[in-house]
């Protein structure tokens, strides 16, 4: 389950996300409302300085819903000149 990873710069140091996460990136995000770790999540990863972390948006509980919101955030992003299309890595 844990194959697929799509990610979309949002700009200078962050980039939103749907992959797994791993028990230990979910506990730091201070995560409970989701409920298991099990399943895909849509998440911002911020790199700078202060704000430094991981921010779960969304949780989708199978790879068809995780498949699906990817295609639907890269529409997006193509509908937006200026964001490049998701990749998946």
Same mark, same amino acid.
């Given at each position: 389950?844990?194959?697929?990873?799509?990610? @979309?710069?949002? &700009? @200078?140091?962050? %980039? /939103?996300?749907?992959?797994?996460?791993?028990? +230990? *990136?979910? $506990?730091?995000?201070?995560?409970? @409302?989701?409920?298991?770790?099990? &399943?895909?999540?849509?998440?911002?990863?911020?790199?700078?300085?202060?704000?430094? &972390?991981?921010?779960?948006? =969304?949780? =989708?509980?199978?790879?068809? =819903? =995780?498949?699906?919101? *990817?295609?639907? /955030?890269? /529409?997006?992003? @193509?509908?937006? $000149?200026? +964001?490049?299309?998701? %990749?998946?890595?």
């Amino acid at each position: 389950m844990d194959d697929l990873f799509w990610s @979309a710069p949002l &700009g @200078a140091n962050r %980039t /939103l996300c749907v992959s797994t996460l791993s028990q +230990a *990136a979910l $506990a730091q995000c201070e995560v409970e @409302a989701f409920g298991s770790d099990f &399943g895909y999540f849509v998440y911002e990863v911020d790199e700078r300085p202060r704000s430094a &972390g991981i921010s779960v948006l =969304a949780k =989708a509980t199978s790879e068809d =819903a =995780a498949v699906r919101l *990817a295609e639907i /955030l890269a /529409l997006r992003f @193509a509908a937006d $000149a200026t +964001a490049p299309p998701l %990749t998946a890595v």
